[in-house]
Structure formats: structure tokens, C-alpha cells
């Protein structure tokens, strides 16, 4: 499968997304891609500690992945490199079918594990950009 059909698949098969890193703050871009999300159909869940229990886009925020109370199709991660392993674990342990890491996080060993535990894996794309470039629409 080419990394193209792999994205589509993905995108295609997914309804509901956890944000890792979402932001209340409209200038960052995690906001402006749930926001995008959203348009495009998917149910996006905000992941923040900071901003756990507050509402952002009319969803509620979690403060971890674990805490999400339904079943998580792909964990959309906006967070530095360095988080991206516990961000990983915690994929893999909630049953996560996909791990996307955007542009600039790459992290061959978390991939390499997310894989192994049958996860499809994205890194350094933007779902945002992705689904409009694709055309996939919920």
C-alpha cells in the first residue's frame, strides 16, 4: 500500500479522533486542524491536562487519552517528540487503530511500536491538510 492509499484508508476508516495537544487558542494550529476536523465530519475529542473538563468546539476535554470514556479510532498528536512514547503506550493501551504524528514528529521507535501492536501509523502530515487534499469527507 503506498503511503497516499495508507492516508486515505486511514482517514476513511476513522470516526472519531482524540487531539493530543489541542489549544483554546484559535492562532495555534492545533486548533485551526479540529476545528477543520470537525467541518470535514469527525467527531474530535480535545486532549489537554490544562484544559481538562472545559469545553472547547463543543467538546469536552480530557486530560488524557485513558480518561476518554468511548472507543478512539486515531490519536491525532500535537505534542513534541519527547511525549510522543507515553503518548504511544497510552494508544496502544485504549485500543487506538491509528497513531498520527504531524508535521515535524517523527519518532521511529514509538511508530515502530505502535505498528507491532496494529496501529497504523502517520508521521510529519497534517490530518487537516490530508483530508482536504484526498477529499475525505465524514
Known amino acids: 500500500m503506498t503511503q497516499d492509499q495508507t492516508i486515505a484508508h486511514v482517514l476513511a476508516a476513522s470516526a472519531t479522533i482524540a ?67 507515553a503518548i504511544t503506550d497510552e494508544a496502544i493501551a485504549i485500543g487506538a487503530k491509528t497513531l498520527w504524528l504531524q508535521f515535524d514528529i517523527i519518532d521511529e521507535a514509538s511508530a515502530a511500536r505502535a505498528r507491532a501492536a496494529g ?9 487537516k491538510i490530508e483530508a482536504a487534499r484526498l477529499g475525505i469527507r465524514k
Do not use: K, W
Not at 42 to 51: E, K, S, T
Open 119 to 127: 496501529l497504523a501509523v502517520v508521521m510529519d502530515r497534517c490530518t
Open 19 to 85: 487531539l493530543v495537544g489541542a489549544s483554546a487558542n484559535p492562532a495555534r494550529p492545533s486548533h485551526a486542524v479540529m476545528a477543520a476536523l470537525q467541518r470535514h465530519g469527525y467527531r474530535v475529542i480535545p486532549v489537554n491536562p490544562g484544559l481538562a473538563g472545559q469545553t472547547l468546539l463543543g467538546e469536552r476535554v480530557y486530560a488524557a487519552l485513558r480518561d476518554i470514556p468511548q472507543p478512539i479510532d486515531m490519536v491525532d498528536v500535537f505534542r513534541a517528540v519527547a511525549h510522543v512514547p
